[in-house]
């Protein structure tokens, strides 16, 4: 089924701003974050017979525009169950407790690895600080609202929720971060995969399908546990795959085979750049910057090269930052 694309109505000017909504069947819908640019950020509602779950939440300044978005669908705040948490990263966490705020019957759904980051935001926040400083921690992410304890339900391997009689699945996939999981929803025979299928913009869709790459960002990257978590998903058989970064995308098979082989050319640029020195960052970077400008013009896209980097220059070197971090963790372990 085609996706619809409506605009929310009654935008708030500062976080709904180019904002838009895509609506597939099975009652998911895919809102635009708002973050740092449209098409970046995605966060999921389910709705079933007059009950919803939200996957993953967006910033603090995505939390007006998801209210108006309920609003516009006669989702009262009420019937929100889940607010579902694939893992802790600001870009998919840092709007869960200002959103838990506005949704008074919510509860936090979040590996149990993830659970203390969300009672107690304090060392998140610190690291997230320590890397973009206080000014810009702001600006990206608004102010980090604490989750109750009691509204927390941590997720374990295999744990099943119920949405008014459609069941939710929660499967612990590591690779990414160690407090990552996927949930798998029956209804649309789709996971919901946060970071662990990687990254799939719009704008890098042809007549080939959709393109992938990982997201290899610092600071738990194991290809091992991420090849892994991939097949784990892929074994399930499901017929598509709703990215955080950004939507949903078909053909899981043949993306998860692109993803593998990325995560091998990623690792092996890496391993090439390892005895650098202080060229290292330089060179895996521009290994990089190559190496999807080669396979995104294999695949068909037809985006100028200036365009391109525009759209990865974040991923890019949050990738070299995670594949550094990757190195030096092998070389002291």
């Not at 939710?168 to 209804?187: Q, S």
């Amino acid at each position: 089924m085609d996706p619809i694309i409506t605009p929310p109505v009654h935008p708030d000017p500062q976080t709904m701003n180019r904002r838009h909504i895509t609506d597939y069947a099975h009652g998911i819908t895919a809102i635009d974050a708002g973050y740092e640019r449209p098409g970046l950020v995605a966060i999921h509602l389910i709705f079933e017979r007059g009950r919803a779950a939200i996957v993953d939440t967006g910033t603090m300044h995505s939390v007006d525009g998801v209210m108006a978005v309920l609003a516009t669908k006669d989702i009262a705040p009420h019937d929100v169950d889940y607010v579902i948490l694939t893992h802790v990263h600001l870009d998919h966490a840092g709007g869960a407790g200002a959103l838990m705020q506005r949704l008074p019957q919510a509860r936090a759904v979040v590996h149990p690895r993830g659970a203390r980051h969300l009672s107690d935001p304090t060392q998140l926040l610190a690291g997230v600080t320590a890397v973009y400083g206080a000014h810009e921690t702001m600006r990206r992410f608004g102010q980090i609202v604490p989750v109750p304890t009691e509204r927390i339900i941590e997720a374990p391997d295999g744990l099943r929720l119920d949405l008014h009689g459609r069941e939710l699945l929660f499967l612990d996939t590591p690779g990414h971060a160690r407090h990552h999981i996927c949930m798998f929803d029956r209804a649309s025979s789709a996971f919901f995969t946060g970071d662990t299928f990687g990254l799939s913009y719009r704008e890098f869709d042809t007549d080939r399908g959709e393109f992938v790459f990982p997201t290899t960002t610092p600071v738990q990257f194991d290809p091992l546990a991420l090849h892994a978590s991939i097949d784990r998903l892929i074994g399930m058989n499901p017929i598509q795959m709703f990215l955080t970064h950004y939507g949903r995308v078909g053909n899981p098979g043949r993306l998860a085979g692109d993803l593998h082989e990325s995560i091998d050319a990623f690792t092996a640029l890496a391993l090439q750049a390892a005895g650098s020195g202080p060229d290292r960052h330089r060179l895996i970077r521009e290994g990089l910057q190559q190496l999807l400008l080669e396979r995104l013009a294999r695949h068909g896209c037809r985006l100028d090269r200036a365009r391109v980097l525009e759209l990865m220059e974040m991923d890019i070197e949050l990738n070299t930052q995670g594949l550094e971090v990757w190195l030096d963790h092998r070389r002291t372990h």
